[in-house]
T-cell receptor, first 114, second 115 residues
Framework: RKEVEQDPGPFNVPEGATVAFNCTYS??????FFWYRQDCRKEPKLLMS???SGNEDGRFTAQLNRASQYISLLIRDSKLSDSATYLC???????????????FGQGTILTVHP | GAGVSQSPRYKVAKRGQDVALRCDPI?????LFWYQQALGQGPEFLTY????????KSGLPSDRFFAERPEGSVSTLKIQRTQQEDSAVYLC?????????????FGSGTRLTVV
């Protein structure tokens, strides 16, 4: 079983739609959570961190459920420019290490069409 | 520089050839990571440096893979006797401190194709 699992999609939605992505992680000791965005043939870029209380950044809302080991990303009012792969990312300090080794999900492909 | 710089951007190697991939992290960044991203997959951890010390190389897939960061800045990932399964994008990332607070910054990657 993968440590971070995502539905690879693809999700095809019209402009203006609301779309949600889910992600589960296996390590209950996970400490930090992120969503990264990756455009085709580009490097991953941090979209937002995910906090236990849930957090919002404009049209994007991230939620974390530690009990269920589940993370979500909601995109409202989708734009054409939101088309990308969304990577669920988890960090835990394995073996007492003090650095952050990020573990990525496979990514969910989103295509927003006119 | 302003960001993480990787070179070359693209590399085509014949099977069995040795390759060297370079990463120039953001100036002053202590932590440096190498990741491998196969087509259609998320990046997978290869190795981690804190300054010049390689603290974790648990993700290196075989002893053909070797990484170094001798002066605590530029890092090189070397792959000996390349195989077709080594074809992937190799991403380098750096961060100011060891702990991940705001994620970290990736370079544009080196796309390696082994033919």
């Amino acid at each position: 079983r993968k440590e971070v699992e995502q539905d690879p999609g693809p999700f095809n939605v019209p402009e203006g739609a609301t779309v949600a992505f889910n992600c589960t992680y296996s390590n209950s000791a996970s400490q930090s959570f992120f969503w990264y965005r990756q455009d085709c043939r580009k490097e991953p870029k941090l979209l937002m961190s995910v906090y236990s209380s849930g957090n919002e950044d404009g049209r994007f809302t991230a939620q974390l459920n530690r009990a269920s080991q589940y993370i979500s990303l909601l995109i409202r009012d989708s734009k054409l420019s939101d088309s990308a792969t969304y990577l669920c990312v988890v960090n835990w300090n394995a073996g007492g290490t003090s650095y952050g080794k990020l573990t990525f999900g496979q990514g969910t492909i989103l295509t927003v069409h006119p | 520089g302003a960001g993480v710089s990787q070179s070359p951007r693209y590399k085509v190697a014949k099977r069995g050839q040795d390759v060297a991939l370079r990463c120039d992290p953001i100036s002053g960044h202590v932590s440096l990571f190498w990741y491998q991203q196969a087509l259609g997959q998320g990046p997978e951890f290869l190795t981690y440096f804190q300054n010049e010390a390689q603290l974790d190389k648990s993700g290196l897939p075989s002893d053909r893979f070797f990484a170094e960061r001798p002066e605590g800045s530029v890092s090189t990932l070397k792959i000996q006797r390349t195989q077709q399964e080594d074809s992937a994008v190799y991403l380098c990332a750096s961060s100011l401190a060891g702990r991940v607070i705001r994620g970290y910054t990736f370079g544009s990657g080196t796309r390696l194709t082994v033919v």
